[in-house]
T-cell receptor, first 110, second 110 residues
Framework: SQTIHQWPATLVQPVGSPLSLECTVEGTSNPNLYWYRQAAGRGLQLLFYSVGIGQISSEVPQNLSASRPQDRQFILSSKKLLLSDSGFYLC?????????FGSGTRLTVV | QKEVEQNSGPLSVPEGAIASLNCTYSDRGSQSFFWYRQYSGKSPELIMSIYSNGDKEDGRFTAQLNKASQYVSLLIRDSQPSDSATYLCAVDRGYNKLIFGAGTRLAVHP
C-alpha cells in the first residue's frame, strides 16, 4: 500500500522567509502527487499536481512553487512567505484505490 | 458556482441515528467520487469511493450516487460519538484532479 511521508508537522516562519516542504512516497512507483492547502475551517484547495518527474501543473497562481526532482519526492517552496500562506499543507498521492494523504504540515507565518 | 458544494453544518444527530450527508457537483463529466473523514487537526482519511450510479455499502457507511442529478450522499447508520468529524466530498473531474467540497461538520451526541 502507498504511504505518504511529510515533514515537519508544524512550522512557524516569519514573513519574507523562504519555505521548503518535502513529501516522499513509498509503496508505489510513478504516482500522481498533489499539494493541497487547507485554511482554518475551510476545504482543501488544490495547489499543484505532478504526473511525473519534472512535470508540474499549477492550479492557483500564488506565492508558491513546486518541484518533483525524483519519482517519489515532491517539494513545495516559496522564496518569500506572506501572512496569507498560513495554513495546513497536505501532500497526497493517488493509486487505484483512491487518494491517500500525508499527515500534513501546519504552517504559521508571523 | 462552486465545483463541489456541501452544507457546512453542523449536522447534529443523536447516537444510534442515521446521519445523512449530501454533496452536489457541477462538472457533469466527473467519473469518480469520494468521501473523506477529517478529525480536527488531522489529515483526511478515505471512507468510501463510488463510481457508478446507485448505492455502495461498506459496514455502517453507504454512498449513493446519482449522476443525472449530479448528487452524491453518504449515510452513516448507527452513528457513534466517534463519527463526529468533518466529512469531505471529493470529485475527480478528470486529468487526475481531485476537487474537494468545504466539508460538513457532523456532531453525534450521546
Amino acid at each position: 500500500s502507498q504511504t505518504i511521508h511529510q515533514w515537519p508537522a508544524t512550522l512557524v516562519q516569519p514573513v519574507g522567509s523562504p519555505l521548503s516542504l518535502e513529501c516522499t512516497v513509498e509503496g508505489t512507483s510513478n504516482p500522481n502527487l498533489y499539494w493541497y492547502r487547507q485554511a482554518a475551517g475551510r476545504g482543501l484547495q488544490l495547489l499543484f499536481y505532478s504526473v511525473g518527474i519534472g512535470q508540474i501543473s499549477s492550479e492557483v497562481p500564488q506565492n508558491l512553487s513546486a518541484s518533483r526532482p525524483q519519482d517519489r519526492q515532491f517539494i513545495l517552496s516559496s522564496k518569500k512567505l506572506l501572512l496569507s500562506d498560513s495554513g495546513f499543507y497536505l501532500c497526497a498521492g493517488n493509486t487505484n484505490y483512491g487518494y491517500t494523504f500525508g499527515s500534513g504540515t501546519r504552517l504559521t507565518v508571523v | 458556482q462552486k465545483e463541489v458544494e456541501q452544507n457546512s453544518g453542523p449536522l447534529s444527530v443523536p447516537e444510534g441515528a442515521i446521519a445523512s450527508l449530501n454533496c452536489t457537483y457541477s462538472d457533469r463529466g466527473s467519473q469518480s467520487f469520494f468521501w473523506y473523514r477529517q478529525y480536527s487537526g488531522k489529515s483526511p482519511e478515505l471512507i468510501m469511493s463510488i463510481y457508478s450510479n446507485g448505492d455502495k455499502e461498506d459496514g455502517r457507511f453507504t454512498a449513493q450516487l446519482n449522476k443525472a442529478s449530479q448528487y452524491v450522499s453518504l449515510l452513516i447508520r448507527d452513528s457513534q460519538p466517534s463519527d463526529s468529524a468533518t466529512y469531505l466530498c471529493a470529485v475527480d473531474r478528470g486529468y487526475n484532479k481531485l476537487i474537494f467540497g468545504a466539508g460538513t461538520r457532523l456532531a453525534v451526541h450521546p
